[in-house]
């Protein structure tokens, strides 16, 4: 992902009520509070309906190896959001681009080198362990990944075609894209795709759209990006 998408005062804010009751007696156990919240932040709020994440969750339905347990009659039936939610957050590893809060993600071209730090950090998490399926969840990635490709002089990110797309509703403008995505890093190669719809606002409480465009995501994924792009 981005970003939270919050306002970074706002943020602040909050972060100081919710640690309120954290043991503040050293630096190693607010953390490892901290970690525990964030690692256990599904089951945390299991009972707490968010359209964003029942949005992934819908995503992902169809992916296969995944290791995602949706209930069956997800997404038609409203009873299983609360459990497609839980396992959705519990059941995968989701990493901010950012990882501090923002209400607005705009960068200007000259601007992205500020990210590199940023992807350098995504590329060692995603390369501690063996990924079944790495996503990235914005347009603006591609933008991203070629600027780090320039700074670091090597095609670390290998693009395929981003002008792939499929209409998602008959009749509809609304196109689904995306591109698969080959990351080599330290001598270790990953296969990846950028969603660039996945961000639309046109998506954000459509959940069989959602699910139709993660299965035209799903189609495209381990395809093998042209080289040098």
């Keep these: 992902m981005l970003n939270p998408g919050q306002d970074e005062k706002e943020a602040d804010r909050c972060f100081r009520c919710v640690t309120e009751d954290y043991d503040h007696s050293s630096v190693q156990k607010f953390i490892n509070r901290y970690i ?40 038609n039936d409203k009873k299983t959001f609360l459990a497609a939610k839980r396992n959705v957050l519990m059941q995968k590893l989701q990493l901010e681009l950012i990882p501090y809060c923002s209400r607005d993600f705009k960068f200007k071209k000259r601007d992205l080198t500020a990210l590199i730090p940023f992807i350098e950090t995504i590329l060692e998490e995603i390369f501690k362990k063996k990924r079944n399926i790495v996503v990235f969840c914005a347009g603006l990635f591609e933008r991203v990944f070629k600027a780090y490709n320039k700074h670091v002089g090597a095609n670390v990110f290998s693009i395929g075609d981003a002008a792939k797309s499929k209409p998602l509703k ?41 699910e139709r465009y993660g299965e035209f995501c799903f189609s495209n994924y381990g395809i093998a990006p042209p080289k040098n792009t």
């Design 36 to 75: 525990k919240e964030k690692t256990d932040f599904g089951e945390i709020h299991k009972d707490e309906e968010d359209h964003f994440d029942i949005k992934q969750a819908a995503f992902l339905k169809v992916w296969k190896g995944s290791g995602i347990n949706l209930p069956v009659g997800f997404p």
């Design 170 to 210: 008959d009749g509809g403008k609304l196109r689904g894209r995306c591109a698969p995505v080959e990351i080599c890093f330290r001598g270790k190669k990953q296969q990846a795709l950028i969603a660039y719809t996945f961000a639309s606002q046109a998506l954000s409480r459509a959940y069989r759209l959602m």
